[in-house]
């Protein structure tokens, strides 16, 4: 879909990025150490850094791709919730106060304090770096896909205005800066969002006017009589469509919906009942929605209706409170439009995006998308699947470098373990939101069919076009707070632990900051082109990832290290390494890559599922037992 | 530590019941007819946060006594 360019987006957008860069150069000027500028001088209050926590994990991801999972298939989206969130329950209950008592800045810098080992410093800021960088990904491709349809700019001005923002950021301050965006970011977000919700909830569920998109017989006779039919060719040959083009050059593209086997082939009259459809297809260069150019006169309509009620309602509900949103919706027929791509017998790719109407309830339980359909059969290997994921989720989150990075910006223990609180406060009730959120967009009648991650800000647009600008502002700089927060654990990975402990590089605590910042840019520059290369990716898919990677290399060395005395030096250098190099090559080599990266068959692929988590986990603890048995334990290093 | 593996074992009745058993989470509750799905979703969360919450006040009591 095209959007038009709204000047007070652009407006409200430039407000928010010069306050974020003011504060910025202003709170530069103190951190001129490097205690200050990793660790924010330790004098983060807790609640500031917790609603900072929330800022944190808050990415693009959450905000826009969970939002924009509920609103196209229902439940699923909010499994990505409860996973997310239940990992915090792990952070804060089995990491949060043995780490802050460790170590000084980093990641690697914990999991060394006892060893003083080059082994752990190398494997742990590789980790910290590989994470971080399949994290940066998604962020980058989201600012990309936030801001092409935002101010009608092409993606990689997108993912360029983020990265220098970032970068400028993170140069000048570093950590303290960082956490007050991120503070910023987390509180307006979940404002913002409160009040979509309260808006939601006041409209109510409506019925869709009567859709001119259903035909009966006679009128599709009517219709094909002035046009003429396209024969079917290649992938056609076996689609339930039929499609007309008229003098004009317009292709109508009909679905028809009972022996829908027949219709390729068949007449007319084997056709029950049908739908107009909506199709996009590139043909040299140019993009045609429906056989004509893209333009604002000829465009995908928006879409998400309800084209029915539960018995009781016939048009409207009028306002209704959040069970009853839900109790309602469950009872409902709601319009979804998934999309498949078929290719012609010329090698020509069309994207059809047809309607399907589906129950209520068959939405609101998990299972309703494509990705987590195999929960609902019988195939047990789809359900490790399922399950693998979820053990992810729940473990990634403590082990994310960029949020390990946020307990040294408190004061002591105490402070971390509320500010911890706090963040889960945030985090859940802005999850609770979000689920009526995606629900809400769903029925909105506004969706991109063809842009899942545009569900929220298009939600705000159907309201109020202010309160979409101010939305998609606040989505931008949802991406500026995370990408800087990984920027920064990245950068410190390379300065502090790789240059100033590893390689011994001479340096006082000025050069150290010096080296941080080049690193900084390196890895901003590195993030911009990774956000361009990968723009067509699945942000959700390579979320995911990260969580995999970051559960099975970083957690076993640090829970082990946390709690059982026998671990050694090789023990937790071997877990990292075993861990991220597992869960590495499995994503690498599963069915899914295949499929969408490769593009080779999925069938050649050796590995069961997509998800390592469920072996790689336990394979990265086992190695460290085994490990740690086998060495001696070395004398712990003077602190 | 004890309310970890509570937890631990909410989330993991949740991830079981919705791999095999997908019928069961679409029966409506008693709460507002809404489906056991979203409950239980929800009411993970609201778990998170009580447990933290009950957490601080086990911490803070077991600090003061010296």
Not at chain 1, 69 to 87: E, K, R, T, W
Not at chain 1, 448 to 470: C, Y
Not at chain 1, 475 to 500: E, K, Q, R, W, Y
Not at chain 1, 559 to 573: D, E, P, S
Request: charge should be positive.
């Amino acid at each position: 879909m095209l959007y038009t360019t709204s000047p007070a987006a652009i407006g409200i957008f430039l407000f928010f990025v010069a306050i974020v860069l003011g504060l910025s150069f202003y709170l530069g000027r103190r951190a001129r150490s490097s205690r200050g500028y990793y660790a924010a001088h330790g004098q983060i209050h807790w609640a500031v850094n917790g609603v900072a926590f929330a800022g944190d994990y808050l990415s693009a991801a959450s905000f826009l791709g969970i939002c924009g999972m509920i609103a196209f298939s229902g439940y699923d989206g909010f499994l990505y919730s409860i996973g997310f969130l239940a990992g915090w329950i792990v952070a804060l209950f089995v990491i949060a106060e043995p780490i802050k008592r460790l170590g000084k800045f980093t990641f690697a810098d914990a999991l060394d304090s006892a060893f003083d080992s080059p082994g752990i410093k190398l494997t742990a800021a590789i980790s910290t770096l590989v994470v971080s960088i399949f994290y940066l990904i998604p962020q980058m491709v989201g600012a990309g896909s936030l801001i092409t349809p935002l101010l009608g700019l092409p993606h990689w001005s997108g993912v360029l205005i983020v990265g220098v923002t970032v970068t400028l950021i993170v140069v000048t301050a570093g950590m303290v800066s960082t956490t007050w965006v991120q503070f910023i970011k987390g509180s307006l977000l979940v404002f913002f969002c409160f009040v979509l919700v309260m808006m939601i909830l006041n409209r109510g569920l409506l019925v869709a006017p009567a859709d001119p998109q259903t035909l009966d017989l006679s009128t599709l006779e009517a219709l094909a009589a002035s046009g003429h039919r396209i024969e079917p060719t290649g992938e056609w040959k076996t689609k339930p469509y039929i499609r007309l083009q008229f003098p004009d050059g317009k292709v109508v593209t009909i679905r028809g919906t009972k022996r829908s086997d027949l219709i390729g082939r068949g007449h007319l009259d084997d056709i029950v009942d049908f739908e107009i459809e909506q199709t996009v297809s590139v043909k040299n260069g140019k993009k045609l929605v429906n056989g004509l150019p893209q333009s604002a006169d000829n465009d995908l309509h928006p879409v998400g209706t309800i084209s029915k009620l539960p018995d009781g309602w016939v048009r409207s509900t009028g306002p209704l409170g959040p069970a009853e949103f839900i109790k309602t919706l469950n009872g409902s027929t709601i319009v979804t439009w998934p999309s498949e791509a078929i290719k012609d017998g010329d090698g020509n790719v069309t994207t059809v995006y047809y309607q399907k109407p589906r129950q209520g309830s068959d939405l609101l339980t998990p299972g309703a998308s494509s990705t987590f359909a195999g929960v609902r059969s019988n195939d047990v290997m789809k359900k490790l699947d399922f399950l693998s994921l979820m053990l992810a989720l729940f473990c990634g989150t403590a082990a994310l470098p960029h949020i390990l990075i946020r307990y040294y910006t408190v004061k002591d223990q105490a402070s971390a373990r509320k500010s911890t609180i706090v963040g889960i406060a945030s985090i859940g009730v802005f999850y609770m939101l979000t689920l009526i959120l995606g629900l809400g967009a769903m029925t909105s009648g506004a969706l991109d069919p063809t842009n899942v991650n545009m569900a929220a800000p298009l939600l705000a647009k159907s309201f109020s076009n202010i309160l979409f600008a101010i939305i998609s502002a606040i989505a931008f700089t949802t991406v500026l707070g995370t990408v800087s927060g990984l920027i920064m654990a990245g950068s410190g990975a390379v300065a502090h632990d790789l240059l100033a402990n590893l390689f011994r590089v001479e340096m006082d605590d000025h050069k150290q900051v010096f080296y941080g910042k080049i690193a900084a840019t390196g890895l901003g520059i590195l993030a911009m082109v990774l956000g361009i290369v990968f723009k067509d990716f699945n942000v959700a898919f390579l979320v995911g990832w990260a969580f995999n990677i970051a559960a099975s290399a970083n957690l076993p060395a640090l829970v082990m290290l946390l709690f059982w005395k026998r671990t050694t030096a090789k023990g937790i250098a071997a877990a990292v390494t075993v861990g991220l190099l597992s869960s590495l090559g499995w994503i690498l080599l599963s069915q899914q890559c295949y499929k969408d990266v490769y593009h080779i068959d999925p069938k050649l692929s050796v590995i069961p599922f997509s998800q390592p988590a469920l072996v790689t986990i336990p394979l990265g603890f086992l190695t460290l037992v085994l490990v740690s048995l086998v060495t001696k334990q070395r004398s712990p290093a003077k602190s | 530590m004890i309310l970890f593996v509570i937890y631990v074992a909410l989330y993991l009745g949740f991830m079981i019941l919705a791999a095999f058993d997908p019928e069961l989470m679409a029966k409506p509750t008693p709460l507002a007819g809404v489906n056991l799905a979203i409950v239980y979703g929800v009411g993970l969360i609201v778990a998170a946060l009580v447990l933290a919450f009950v957490y601080t006040l086990v911490s803070k009591s077991a600090e003061s006594t010296p």
